[in-house]
Every structure is written in C-alpha cells, then in structure tokens.
C-alpha cells in the first residue's frame, strides 16, 4: 500500500555513495528530502541532482538533509556524479543511494509499472525529524521537478509545525498567515502579537510569526 501522510517513513539500511546508513540514524533531529529518479547517466536527472546541490546553503539553513536513490549500483552513481558535477558546475555532497534490488522503491511505492517499467518514477517524500512523512508528489520520468517548490513548501511546514498557523494558496515565505480554526478568534492577539485581520469568522490572518 502507498505511503500516507503522517506514516512513519519505513527504515532501511542502504548502500549509498557516503557509505552504508541506516536511514533513521542518518536523519536524526533533521528534517529529509527523500527523493528518487528513473536512472543514472540521463540527461534530466543529471540536471536535478545538480540542483540539489546547489541548493545545499539553502537546505543547511532550514535544517534539511537531502538524499536521492535510483535502482542503479553504487559504482554507476559514483562515476555518474562525475559527469554532474562537471556538467552542472557543483559538488554533488549528499548520498544516493544505490537500490539494484529495489526494496526500497517498492517500500516507498517509487515504482509505476504503467508509466515506466521497473525503474523508479520521480518521487519526493518531505520526513519530519519524528520520521513522519509530511509530504509527497510524484512527476513523471520526463518532468524535471521544482526544488523551489520544495523549499517552499518546507518553510511552509516548518512553520505549521511550530506555530498554529496554515498557509494559503501560493504562500512564499514573508507573506500573511492563516490562524487555524484551533484558535478562538479571542486567543488571537494573546499568540500573535503582531496584529490578525478577521475576513470571516472561519478565516483570520496574521503577519508571519517567526519573521
Ligand atoms: C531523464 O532523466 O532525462 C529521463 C530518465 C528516464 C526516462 C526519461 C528521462
């Protein structure tokens, strides 16, 4: 069965280019972007892993590990990185790990036999540090995915896991906040200090707490 939000992300010692891990260890208090691609030595994958790289500042500060997987072996990601980082101009630092028996795709439901045979598709699983899956999305083998999109939304759940707050359609961070429905429309200025706007009784916003 696929995975749900809220699961616990299954654990699982791997083989990887940073070294054999066991996947809960290798987390710890972080937070993981856990995702995975159709195959070594292919041209949108070489441009996404490269991207992850560079994005390294920007995972370090919001307390993100990242980790990719594809069902090739270890040797060919090693050479692969190889061509990525003299292709993208970057160090890819950070593991992928090597899943030739593909327990690991079928744990995480990273294989779609009806859009590509036994390779795995382009999953993105976002883990708490409680080791809970927080978020999901799946593209096709021929979508490069939107590492903008997923630092965004990691600010977004980090903000939601530490104040009661939800985000609106198309949040950057900086912007307005929702106060969620646990709140009393009372309680408000008590939590959010910075002033709320009541548009209905059931939507009421505040300014980024944590800004
Ligand atoms: C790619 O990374 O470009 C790719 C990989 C597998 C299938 C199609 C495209």
Same mark, same amino acid.
């Given at each position: 069965?696929?995975?749900?939000?809220?699961?616990?992300?299954?654990?699982?010692?791997?083989? /990887? /280019?940073?070294?054999?891990?066991?996947?809960?260890?290798?987390?710890?208090?972080?937070?993981? $972007?856990?995702?995975?691609?159709?195959?070594?030595? &292919?041209?949108?994958?070489?441009?996404?892993?490269? &991207?992850?790289?560079?994005?390294?500042?920007?995972?370090?500060?919001?307390? $993100?590990? &990242?980790?990719?997987?594809?069902?090739?072996?270890?040797?060919?990601?090693?050479?692969?990185? @190889?061509?990525?980082?003299?292709?993208?101009?970057?160090?890819?630092?950070?593991?992928? *790990?090597?899943?030739?028996?593909?327990?690991?795709?079928?744990? %995480?439901?990273?294989?779609?036999?009806?859009?590509?045979?036994?390779?795995?598709?382009?999953?993105?699983? =976002? =883990?708490?540090?409680? #080791? #809970? $899956?927080?978020? &999901?999305?799946?593209?096709?083998?021929?979508?490069?995915?939107?590492?903008?999109? =997923?630092?965004?939304?990691?600010?977004?759940?980090?903000?939601?896991?530490? %104040?009661? $707050?939800? /985000?609106?359609?198309?949040? @950057?961070?900086?912007?307005?906040? =929702?106060?969620?429905?646990?709140?009393?429309?009372?309680? *408000?200025?008590? #939590?959010?200090?910075?002033?709320?706007?009541?548009?209905?009784?059931?939507?009421?916003?505040?300014?980024?707490?944590?800004?």
């Amino acid at each position: 069965m696929a995975l749900r939000l809220g699961d616990i992300a299954p654990n699982f010692k791997a083989q /990887t /280019t940073q070294g054999e891990i066991d996947f809960h260890e290798w987390i710890g208090n972080s937070w993981c $972007v856990f995702f995975s691609h159709p195959a070594d030595f &292919t041209p949108v994958c070489t441009t996404e892993l490269g &991207t992850v790289a560079k994005y390294r500042g920007e995972f370090e500060a919001r307390g $993100v590990k &990242t980790i990719a997987l594809s069902v090739d072996p270890i040797g060919s990601h090693q050479d692969w990185i @190889k061509d990525i980082n003299e292709t993208q101009c970057t160090i890819v630092d950070y593991p992928i *790990i090597a899943d030739a028996d593909r327990s690991i795709a079928h744990a %995480y439901d990273m294989i779609h036999p009806n859009a590509i045979d036994n390779l795995t598709v382009r999953s993105v699983f =976002i =883990i708490g540090p409680d #080791k #809970k $899956v927080k978020l &999901t999305f799946t593209y096709p083998a021929a979508i490069g995915r939107n590492f903008d999109e =997923i630092l965004r939304v990691l600010d977004a759940l980090q903000l939601a896991s530490q %104040y009661p $707050v939800a /985000t609106p359609a198309n949040w @950057k961070n900086g912007q307005d906040v =929702i106060v969620t429905l646990a709140v009393p429309t009372e309680d *408000i200025p008590a #939590k959010f200090p910075k002033g709320h706007t009541v548009i209905k009784p059931y939507l009421r916003t505040t300014p980024q707490p944590n800004k």
